[in-house]
């Protein structure tokens, strides 16, 4: 089967219909799902039913239900994040190849900096003092995400900028936005595509661990990382309960995990690991 | 010469793993002693033959059918440790790049002795004792040390002849040889070439020379073949394929290079006003002095070519009047008033009218955009035409540079190398310029299509008056297009003049070696060059 | 080449300096103060005067910075805000138990992953390559706390064979220690080890395209002396940037395991603070997590300058 011209693989295949059956559950939650967002429908950790799929959480609740809502958030606050992040890291990123002398400088030594930082304990430091609300962890974890973007936006752009289009482009005396969104950003399309698939799965686990540790999404709002840590007792009585929203977790990274890699092998030449002898 | 035959190849078929063809059906026979050369442009599959007679193919090749028969074994029918024993002992390769081919971990005698050792043939001693007799043979300084050294410490020819010691390490009966001297400068290119051609004469090894240039291998080979995309197309002795080839294409060939012989630049085309005047200039990179005082003059409708080796300086002279590079001193007056020394302080309208053709034409035009986006945007920004206009003008622009029209949709990803080559100069016609740089225009480009390309400059300037600044390292070129020509040598014009009396009546030493070194299309052009020094030496 | 070590140890001290300003500065700069967010809405002005006494927050911010990073030279990080204990009592048994729980899937993970990247390398595209991926790919894409979960679900649950919390205290006898941690760095070392494999691999891939590579087979030399005398030796230097870069991954997921088994480290004390809000406490916490970050880069970043055959014969 073909895709966009290109072979499609079983794995990719797969990983395609989990990401659209997480965006249209995401996009649809208030009428897919079979109850209200915070409606006590059951007892503590009850055995999976015919009408609660997943079974009761640690207060009663459809697992299921809340599982939705908490993919909803929790996709949702990971998209914003990448996005974010995307926008900051891609516009210093190609203005620094572009332009070059101190602005570069400037910008690399910051990123080198902020990246010298393990990225868990800085977000940790700026959620200890400003608190865990939904806007400040976007913020956060978005400006600390752009550094590895501007990363790879700048080694693109300074790539593109040797050659020699780009060079025609300038002693025509095009303006920088031109050279930009014209010359650069067209050619750097693939990789920061595949580069944003692997972005977002970063950040997905990345807020999902916080909230697991108390520190990201605070309740009332469901979200998956949090739910894993409301329902862990669960696990000293060999009750699945945590498992399954970690598994909701585990299920969508290692879809955009195939797609992108499968996005990555289009363009791979074989290496010189496979010459004939 | 005996007859017998040490490497004969049948049937060879090589293709790629996605199903193209790369190499069809092709026959070759090499006798004991002799030296074959592989003729072709790019493309013709030749570098993949030459590494197929070792039975090897890269990532993404696959040979599908055919014999190879070396000294009456088929190697292609023995198992993997067959093969793998006769590489390197039998049948060695020495490769284009010889930077590449060393280990910048491991010192070059280590390499050199590699092969003997892994195969058995020799003890260190004696293989570290033959690779300092073939250091010496191959002029390497300091022969008993040389070894010592690491791939990054030498230079590039140096690394080149330590490339072909490796190869004769176990005196193998067959070198592929790979376009060796195709990066090299022309003169390094002579000295690897005399060294070359004494060593495989001396040991009597059979070789298979890889090149796409006919007046090299027609100093050193015995027999040609011509290749193109992928098929045979003639074979035969040198002196018979030089000047009497039976078919069509090899004539063409033949005739490229024979050109430079009879055709000149068109002496009509030069007016009276000067377009471009330099004077000393001198620019830096940092602290290099790469530009030391040059003077220069382009007349309307005039060709000045500027021939250099590598590090000549030629390339930032061009950076220099493009406004990339700002010069340290000297004026730069273009059409009679001064010109702003960076690009920054030049207005869109002087912008306008100094245009630069590239090298390689792949990156000199964006893959992304259409050719109409392409050619049209000078339009459009220099002039402010709207939607309609810029597509006439582009119209118009695909007619002068004989490009289909229909192509205007196209990318250039779908386009030939000559073809991309033509969108350049479109693109550089398209702002109406008065004077085009073009920094090595037909380099990158096989020799026919080179051909092309300087016939369509040829007839640009005659049509519409443009004037040229034609930045080289090829002297053929220059012999059929400039009017003047100026050799630069380490940031200095050591000549300035008529390109007929550059040619013809060479007067500082370097232009005398810069015109020798460049072979010529008859087989007793080396041995004469080396008549010559000799007399000049006893 | 000394030259560049003594360079690049000196880039490590300044992007210490640097990092311990950014530390300073992230913590002190609030909407409101330190004080009001501490003690909340209903504090008085008299309270707020003293408490920012009593954190010295009267004094102009440079100073406090000085004096804080003095503090910490001298092996003074303050008094928690929480518990009024002091700081730094509280971090160095935890940074120990961190320290040996990290080392102890270090040591497995590090053999491990670089032994199975380059194995997967050399046969790239054949069965064990292609498995090593798929594995590789999920494991990545797997939350800490889920490995660690179904872990314990498995190991410490359904049968008996690991405790699943792991308690380690002052004196414990070393087996005992190594007993206890034992779940908890089989999750650390598949999250890294599955890292590490993949960015081995790829670099040891890059390296095997290069031409000297194909040189080396068309002298005659077999696989493996081309993989261990041609190709080794220049992925050493990628290799070694991968293992710093994992050990920044390291970091990170021992602070989620610590959390799942309730493991006396570092990173439970720095998650505690966060929670409270405890800023000295984080400061402190998030200064000595980078350092070691800063100190393992830069030795990364020397071994390479050493490993460098460039650097070691010059012109």
Known sequence: MKLFGHKLTVSAAFGMAVIALFV?????????????????????WDEPSMTMWFGGDQIGRDMLTRMMYGARMTIGVALAITSLSFLIGILSGFVSAVVGSWVDIFFSRLVDVMLSIPGLIFALIILGVFGSSIPVLILTIAVLDSTRVFRLARALGINLTVMEYVEAARLRGEGLWWVITREILPNAWAPLVSEFGLRFCFNFLFIAGLSFLGLGIQPPYADLGGMVRENAAAINFGMMAPIYPA????????????VVDWMLSIDARPSGAQAEL | MEEQVILHIKGLCLGSVAGNVIVDNVDLRLNKGEVLGLIGESGAGKSTIGL???????????????????????????DAEGRRDMRGKRIAYIAQSAAAAFNPAHSLMDQVCEAPLLHGLMTRSEAQAW??????????????????????QVSGGQLQRAMAAMAMSCRPDVLVLDEPTTALDVTTQIEVLILLKSLIRQYN?????????????AQVADRIKVLRHGKEVEEGETNQILHHASKDYTARLVAVRGAAASERAIAATVKETTVLSIDDCHAYYGDFHVVRGVSLDVKLGETVAVVGESGS?????????????????????????????SLGERSKELKRRIQLVYQIPDVAINPRQSLLEIIGRPVQFYFGAGRAEMLARAKELMALVELPVEYLERRPGQLS?????????????????????????????DPLVAEEILTLLRKLQRELGLSYVLITHDLDVVHRIAHRTAVMLQGQFVAFDKTDNIFDRPEHPYTQKLITAVPEMRVDWLDEVLEKRRLAAA | MAKLILNRFLLGLLTLFAVSVLIFVCTEILPGDVASAVLGMGATPEALVIFRKELGLDVPAYLRYWNWLVGALHGDLGVALTNKRVIIDEIMPRLGNTLFLAGYAALVAIPLAVGLGILAAINEGKLTDKLANISTLIAISLPEFFIAYLLIIFMAVNVDWFPSLSTVYKGMPFSERVYQTTLPAITLTLLVAAHMLRMTRSSVLAVMSTPYIEMAFLKGARRKRVIVRHALPNAAAPIITVIALNMAYLVVGVVVIEAVFVYPGLGQLMVDAVSKRDVPVIQACGLVFATVFVTLNTLADILVIVVNPRLRHKR
């Not at chain 1, 559950?25 to 059951?42: D, H, I, K, Q």
């Not at chain 1, 598994?247 to 195939?258: D, F, G, M, P």
């Not at chain 2, 090897?56 to 014999?67: D, P, Q």
């Not at chain 2, 190398?417 to 480009?445: F, M, N, W, Y």
């Open chain 2, 52 to 78: 197929a007679s070792m039975c090897y193919a890269r990532a993404g090749v696959h040979i599908a059918g055919g014999e190879v028969v070396l000294d009456g074994v088929n190697i292609r029918s023995l």
């Open chain 1, 24 to 44: 249209i559950v995401s996009l649809f939650t208030p009428w897919l799902a079979p109850f209200p967002e915070s409606a006590n429908v059951g007892g503590t």
């Open chain 2, 417 to 445: 190398g000559g073809q991309k080559q033509r969108v350049c100069i479109a693109r550089a016609l398209a702002a109406k310029p008065d004077l085009i740089i073009l920094d090595e225009p037909t380099s990158a480009l």
């Open chain 2, 205 to 217: 090894t059979a070789a298979l020379y890889i090149t796409h240039d006919l007046a090299v291998v």
């Open chain 1, 247 to 258: 598994t909701a977790i585990a299920l969508l990274t290692v879809s955009v995990n195939l």
């Open chain 2, 313 to 341: 300086g030629k390339s930032t002279l061009a950076r220099v009047i493009t406004g990339l590079l700002a010069p340290r001193s000297g004026n730069i007056v273009f059409q009679g008033q001064a010109l702003p020394k």
């Open chain 2, 131 to 152: 690779a300092r007799e073939l250091f010496a043979a191959l002029d390497l300084p300091d022969p008993e040390n040389f070894g010592s050294r690491y791939p990054h």
